[in-house]
């Protein structure tokens, strides 16, 4: 069998859609949103403390609310920062002409933090900033997690696995549709405000989700069982001129050699 084709930076093409996890291609061509991007790539944040805590609070089952303060100044764990580093090794390892030359990052800390501790070989790359990109806001119940929600409204959380996180609508806060809402308008507006350009995106887990259903075009399932989006990782989109086609989801070899730190992140 002969090796797979790869790309300017060294990575294997998606020729087939088996190259894509939970790529669903039931879809045509015709029906995906025009887009005269050339590349769209889209990061997750590092790992925050918010990660941090909740995944301890899940661990122990505890109903407190670990994290103070809103959503938005979430800062970036120890490891956090470090991936954030790493991530300046995928960024360097872009071919001249074929990296981001744009910029757009979520308003909150952790991912700007992000882009800040990445941004070493691209610091002349024009950065914006948009509340579109923001995580999904949680209304009543943000920084809750999980356990803390059954304890203190278990009517709610009952909802909520009722619902599923696509549908589920906290009081004050957002669905993942109403995320996608806000994601299509930015992705429209960008596609026509930033043609020709390779752009890379800075944000959060919610974001990266509704991009691959708002870029699935007309008729895309509802992304229910998608494999995750880990911390620091990247998904890639390429452009034709005309559409974008999903090529890379949630990569994270770019991780591999960071140095745990000691402690709680």
Known sequence: MSAPHRDARGEPESATPAAVP???DRHGEALLPPSALAALWAVRHGQSTANVAFAEAERTGSADLPVAGPDSDVPLSALGQAQGRALTGWL???????????????????????????????????????????????????????SALAARAPEEAARRAMLGEWSYRPPGGEALADV????????TELAGAAAGRRVLLVAHDAVVIALRYVLSGLGAPVPHDLPPVPNASVTHWRGDGRHLRLAHWGQTAHLTDIAVPEGPG
């Open 22 to 24: 939970g790529r669903d």
């Open 92 to 146: 360097a390892g872009h071919a001249p002409g074929t990296g981001p030359d744009l910029v757009v990052c979520s308003p909150y800390a952790r991912a700007r933090q992000t882009w800040d501790a990445m941004a070493g070989p691209a610091a002349d790359v024009p950065v914006l900033v948009d509340e579109r990109l923001r995580d999904r806001e949680m209304g009543v119940f943000e920084l809750h997690p999980p």
């Open 180 to 187: 996608a809402l806000r994601v299509r308008d930015f992705t």
